[in-house]
């Protein structure tokens, strides 16, 4: 499993967040479901093959907590960025992603639209 320290170059983090790269079908089908908790430091990195609203949209059917959830382009800037709720059908972002990052619900107020993040390997796996 390959973890990314994400970290934020416009207004970086308190702690940078250990997030798991997740590119395979699988991976990404189970995303976060059915998990209760994440820990605070933890996200999950959904990569897709291409910038896209549709492919890199969202649900959360089956998830038992709220996220914060943040869309990237190819170069990683933030194009939008959304409080998920449990079992809500359906989110989507309003401009084209390749990345979709998804943390905590704490981390909402972290990141904004325009940031530019950058993605570490770690060798925390």
């Not at 943040?70 to 059908?89: E, F, G, I, P």
Request: with cysteine; hydrophobic share 45%.
């Amino acid at each position: 499993m390959k973890i990314v320290e994400i970290q934020n170059s416009r207004q970086p983090l308190k702690s940078p967040i250990n997030a798991t790269y997740c590119s395979s079908f699988f991976c990404q089908l189970r995303g976060l479901m059915f998990r209760r908790s994440l820990a605070p430091d933890e996200g999950l990195l959904l990569v897709q093959k291409r910038e896209n609203r549709s492919e890199s949209a969202i649900h959360m059917l089956f998830m038992f907590m709220d996220i914060a959830v943040v869309w990237l382009n190819a170069s990683k800037q933030v194009v939008d960025v959304k409080y998920a709720r449990r079992w809500h059908l359906f989110y989507a972002p309003q401009s084209p992603a390749k990345y979709v990052l998804e943390l905590p619900h704490k981390h909402i107020e972290a990141f904004h639209v325009g940031d530019q993040l950058q993605f570490n390997e770690t060798n925390l796996a």
